[in-house]
């Protein structure tokens, strides 16, 4: 029975997660289209994306420790409600100003009116982080690469909406429509979850966590898992690399297509997305999740590099598409080697960790290579020495400055990706995955959710079932207020 009601809550708790991901996503994307388009500057576009991924790395590391100190649902309401009400404050800051004062790039009001938005897409993490405990809690262990499959299966499918009616909303309703559409979509999601019941157990108090940003409780988790920093540092050089194409993605594709029809483009690439998470969910990772993932970014690397060789929209938004369908491995792989090797009640907080130090490298490219972009490599290439140097690879167009800088970015993490095999960090990161023990969470909370199993509701057989239901706390599973496990530290 509660293996059935850990299955239908994982369920609802991705459907929800679909609704909140759309919503948010799609009023950030509806911002950066409606900036583009109405002051056409690469520097804005930058700005706002490279503000996002440095708000949620300011941020990430709260939410972590946030999410272990409470309950899961809880903490999904809590994300909803912030949004919802963030949203709300930009709609009222909206329809307070004319449209000239929020598109002023040197006024107050379009900093405010963006901020407002991209912290209520930031919150949004929250859940998110909430969500990567939520599989180690519901899935059985064997299954978590397909479940972390599932949901980047999700996330494309929000993907895949957002960028259809992003742009769509900002062509036909504009963008005081667009706000009041998120506004409402956001209040479902919170009405969604309040029928939502997820079997969890109340979180203990952690004592060694004595502020609310708990560094060192963090950093305590990384260190008993060798090699973990390792994988942490390589996903964040991955995002300092992917910070390139978070700048200048949408200025490209605006290139080739207006609004309406980007959007259209996004939707079809983004279904690489749905391609990719779904192969995960299907297959798994393999017995190496860290080789899988390495192998993807490899082959990240060299598209990177050639889908913008010529200013062809078909060998754009196919690359595109390719290059969608192998995020997924990518990020199921790390949150899979998390979800094994650190021990349950600290997973929040690495996840935080990780949020964070791979969100703050985006925003150092994207905000260094936007003004590097408009003022010198893209007036560059529309010169006739730049066309003469590098004409004959990157052909002729409006956007050869954007391509060269793409063709560099997808070279480097190649280099970085190969080399990363070579590495020790690796070797014992993936010694460590294959010894490491399965983990059983138990503790006194969890007798809500196993009364209804016929277990006693006092705690001391609240261990949680395995793959085939047994109870896992008859064999000596880890309670909350147990000491951290150093999954495989005997084998290295």
């Known amino acids: 029975m509660q293996r059935t009601a850990a299955k239908t809550a994982f369920a609802n708790v991705l459907v929800n997660t679909l609704i909140a991901n759309v919503t948010t996503s799609f009023l950030w994307f509806a911002l950066t289209f409606w900036v583009y388009i109405e002051t056409q500057s690469v520097l804005a576009t930058g700005i706002i994306g490279g503000a996002y991924m440095l708000m949620v790395a300011f941020f990430a590391m709260l939410f972590g420790t946030i999410v272990d100190r409470h309950r899961k649902h809880t903490v999904m309401l809590l994300s909803s409600v912030i949004s919802a009400v963030a949203f709300l404050l ?45 599989v180690t809690l519901l899935v059985e262990e064997e299954k978590r690469a397909n479940a972390n499959g599932l949901v980047g299966t999700v996330q494309g499918l929000a993907f895949l909406v957002t960028s ?22 956001m209040v479902l999601t919170f009405v969604h979850l309040l029928f939502i019941r ?65 959007g259209f483009a996004l939707a079809f690439a983004s279904t690489g997305f749905l391609i990719g998470g779904g192969l995960v969910a299907k297959f798994g990772l393999g017995r190496k999740p860290m080789r899988t993932m390495l192998l993807v970014v490899i082959a990240m690397g060299l598209l990177g590099s050639v889908f ?100 560099f970015a997808g ?51 609240a261990g949680s079932t395995d793959a085939d239901g047994a109870d896992a706390g008859a064999r000596g599973s880890r309670t909350a207020d147990a000491p951290p496990i150093v999954p495989g530290a005997s084998q290295l």
């Open 90 to 134: 930009a709609g009222v800051v909206y329809v307070s100003q004319p449209e000239r004062a929020l598109l002023d790039l040197g006024g107050p009001w379009f900093w405010l009116f963006s901020a407002v938005i991209l912290f209520g897409g930031v919150i949004e993490q929250l859940r998110n982080i909430a969500l990567s405990t939520t």
């Open 164 to 185: 259809v009616f992003s742009g769509l909303s900002i062509g036909f309703l504009g963008m005081g429509w667009t706000l009041a559409i998120a506004i409402v979509a």
């Open 198 to 262: 997820i079997p969890e157990g109340t979180p203990k108090a952690d004592p060694d966590a004595k502020s609310a940003l708990d560094f060192r409780g963090s950093v305590r988790a990384i260190r008993l898992a060798p090699g973990l920093f390792a994988l942490i540092i390589f996903s964040t050089f991955n995002n300092l690399i992917g910070g390139v194409y978070m700048a200048l993605m949408d200025p490209y594709g605006l290139t080739l297509f207006d609004a309406q029809m980007w």
């Open 308 to 407: 913008m060789l010529r200013e062809w929209w078909p060998l754009y938004v196919l690359g595109m598409w390719v290059y969608m369908a192998l995020v997924p491995p990518v990020e199921a792989a790390e949150q899979t080697v998390i979800q094994k090797v650190v021990p349950f009640d600290r997973q929040g907080r690495v996840f935080g960790v990780a949020a964070a130090m791979e969100a703050a490298a985006a925003p150092i490219t994207a905000f260094l290579i936007a003004p590097i972009a408009e003022f010198l490599i893209i007036p560059y290439m529309k010169t006739a020495d730049g066309q003469r140097q590098w004409g004959w690879l990157l052909g002729e167009g409006d956007a050869r400055g954007i391509a060269l800088i793409c063709l």
């Open 411 to 461: 070279l480097i993490m190649v280099v970085v990706g190969t080399l990363a095999f070579f590495t020790k960090s690796y070797r014992r990161l993936t010694e460590l995955y294959a010894h490491a023990p399965e983990q059983h969470i138990g503790g006194p909370g969890d007798a809500e959710a196993l009364s209804a199993d016929g277990h006693d509701t006092d705690g001391s057989d």
